[in-house]
């Protein structure tokens, strides 16, 4: 009950342009079981792949970042006409055929009436409970883009400055706490590569067991991949700030935000408090998840997620 009335209260402070057609609930007349239906297609991925979580939270955040939590990254280029797919940093996200399950579920019980942005927010708000983290609501009403284009993209590295960082948050209305919350919260599931975390291996200050077993995967060929949380790299929980305050990040970023003035009291306070951390989590979903919307007429509901209803 606590968490529903926090929520609440987050509901109240937020952009009122984003919320003017966001509400809990929004489809409760136009398509009863929409929420159920992408639940269950994500329980489903869930039980044969837990690492679906980190696919999904990866997703939301790409697509958010970008132009808005619009849909426009799951958009498939076509030739002579690239989408913010064809760009690097968004080369290795995934996931998108649960989205197109649970859109083709949708269309089926309601046709053209649940958005592929919305069905991206509900389908990484429920892998986060399947993967242990906190349960949450999420207003629901937001419309597809129309613009994929690969120049729009200009997401953060995994050594981004901490100072960057949430200079980068603050232009999408988000504070240092939501992006300290976001950032190890988003990764304490998942993987990364060796290649993307050199620079901590030769830090003299990283914790000297850790150091030793990551440099022993990384001689293996192919450019091998770890997790990003060593404790529990499964489950949404507070255990990756612990691991950063005892200098076991792995990403420079993540390390940094324990070493960084501006943000180690917030990594500490969620290394001591995994129920602090899971409200802080949900908060900052939330809010996220209302990242420059489009509702009303805006935009349009894609019958296919991956293109625009025009075709183009």
């Known amino acids: 009950m606590r968490a529903i009335a926090a929520l609440f209260f987050l509901f109240c402070f937020l952009a009122p342009s984003a919320l003017a ?48 939590c619009d849909a426009s990254l799951l958009i498939d280029p076509r030739p002579g006409r690239p989408s913010e797919k064809s760009t690097g940093p968004n080369a290795s996200v995934r996931g998108y055929e649960v989205i197109d399950e649970a859109k083709r579920q949708l269309e089926a019980a309601c046709p053209r009436t649940v958005s592929c942005a919305d069905i991206v927010t509900l389908a990484t708000r429920d892998s986060v409970a399947f993967a242990g983290g906190p349960r949450f609501s999420v207003p629901t009403g937001r419309r597809d883009g129309l613009r994929s284009v690969p120049s729009d993209v200009n997401l953060p590295g995994p050594t981004i ?57 990384c001689r293996s060929p192919n450019d091998p991949s770890v997790f990003l949380d060593q404790r529990t790299p499964f489950t949404v929980d507070n255990a990756i700030f612990g691991e950063i305050r005892r200098q076991r990040g792995i990403l420079r970023i993540d390390q940094n935000l324990g070493l960084d003035r501006s943000t180690r009291g917030i990594v500490s306070s969620f290394a001591s408090s995994n129920a602090l951390f899971r409200q802080r989590f949900a908060q900052a979903m939330v809010k996220m998840g209302t990242i420059r919307v489009l509702t009303g007429r805006s935009g349009e509901i894609r019958r296919n997620c991956r293109v625009f209803n025009n075709g183009r």
């Open 21 to 68: 057609q966001l509400r809990l609930g929004f489809y409760g007349r136009s398509c009863p079981r929409a929420e159920s239906i992408v639940a269950n297609v994500v329980a489903n991925r869930f039980r044969r792949d837990r690492s679906i979580t980190a696919a999904l939270l990866r997703m939301q955040f790409h697509d958010c970042f970008v132009r808005g």
């Open 161 to 217: 400055p901490v100072g960057a960082s949430i200079q980068l948050f603050a232009a999408q209305g988000m504070n240092a706490n939501d992006m300290v919350t976001l950032i190890g919260g988003g990764h304490s599931v998942g993987v990364t590569h060796c290649s993307l975390f050199q620079d901590r291996l030769n830090d003299p200050a990283m914790d000297r067991t850790l150091n030793a077993r990551l440099r022993n995967t």
